[in-house]
């Protein structure tokens, strides 16, 4: 990195964090809830990354991440502090289809990410030999899963290929955009993992723990909404962030990308396009391969593990059809679509039926947004964004029958938009910890590393937070910090 005669800022006890997506913004708000002086620097004009609202046929609409887990409590929490808890909202309709074998199908109950405890739980999404197949596998020799497996190795080995290719391929893809017999079981379904390791038979494994759940709820521990959404979209929760941090008194520079970071013998500088920062610390909240490029100087060996790390690419088209051109709006929360089918769609969401708030915000209109894209299919971004909307629509037809024209259309691209986990995720994970570790006072956080969903990234935020307020030249520099 250059050094220059730019200016340079020299305050202790302060905290640079790179990127403002939902992971950076909710680890500066935690810095400051520690006293820390925080300041924020986000490449774009724009706050919050994979989440982001928009507007189609004036009503407001999410085009990236639409709703967030609600049994982990770590982005509930976040929306609560920073004032959105009247606005937190449970789905209005929750039952999903699949669509396959030429038809929509009601999401089964009773399975672990589309594992059952049962076969007869997948009565009708399934062939009878595919259901016939997953009957027989107590009789089978246990299977070595080793330090990690694919989940769709696994399973198929378990209870055939079919139950993997239209339920645990549609419902993993729904999340990763990946690809099942890609995707690391230790990783994505930890549960399962640690079954497989201790039990014989799946099937019993997973009854095992639909029992446990099953008896924690008797208990007392009513099972709450499974996911929440917020009022006006999801996409309002970095705005939100973003304003309880500026009110702590924290910095946040907009179209700031940060160029280099580079130790000293008392904390970090990094500097951007218009100067060079001084901090104790830094929390790098950014995608893989930009904390990679940021690490190459300081730490070669977490710079290369972490340009190792793949991502997905997709679209999403959002569309607004007048309620009156439809015979009926369609039922339900939406549908998943299993590659195996040969579809473009990998999925649906009825976005009015599964959100109170777009409903209200317009009455008139019916919306709705297919998927498109995962791991591996780079080209289906390509194509412009009317043949996105003619398949979108084409598929759309033969699934649900709609045959209206959309009064509007909204295509988003999400180039590099969700980081794979592959067998051996959090084997890379630790490697890359175990390099960064080194670096005094630098920590990562964000979708690359402990889970890709929003509670999963507050969480690895809050992680990185804990571990810099605790290292001790922060602690030293916010003593004088708080002294100037
Ligand atoms: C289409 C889509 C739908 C999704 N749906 C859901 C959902 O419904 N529920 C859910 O829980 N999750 C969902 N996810 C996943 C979730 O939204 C993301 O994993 C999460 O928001 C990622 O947050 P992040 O802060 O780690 O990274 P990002 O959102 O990628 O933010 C990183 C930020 O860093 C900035 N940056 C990069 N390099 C630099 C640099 N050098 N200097 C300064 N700034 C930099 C970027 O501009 C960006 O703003 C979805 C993801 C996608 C793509």
Redesign the pocket.
Known sequence: MESSAQHVDTHTGHVVV????????AAAHRLLGAGIRVTL????G??????RTGEIEGAPVDL??????ARRPE?VDLAEAVGLGELLQPPTATTASVWTRGELRPMPKGHVMGVPGDPAALAGLLSDEGLARIAREPELPPTEVGDDVSVGAYVAERLGREVVDRLVEPLLGGVYAGDAYRISMKAAVPQLFDMARTHDSLLAGVRELQAAVAATQRDGGAPGAVFAGIAGG?GRLPGAVADAVRAGGGEILME????GLRRTPDGWLIRTERTTLAADGVVL???AW?AS??LSDESPAAAAELAGVEYAS?A?VTMAFRRADLRAMPEGSGFLVPPVDGRTIKASTFSTRKWGWVADAAPGLFLLRT?IGRYGEEEQLEREDADLVGVSLRDLGDAVGLTARPVATEV?R?IG???QYPVGHQARTARIREAVAKLPGLRL????YDG????A?VASARRAADEIIATSTLARGTGRGAGE
Do not use: D, F, N, Y
């Open positions: 790179i990127g403002g997506g939902i992971a950076g913004l620097l986000e490449a774009t724009r706050l919050g990354g994979k989440l990236g991440a639409e709703s967030m887990l982005a999801v700031t990308p940060v160029l909240a950014t995608p930009s490029a940021l997709m999403l998927s988003t999400w938009g969700l980081p956080c964000g979708a690359a890709v969903g929003i509670p990234c």
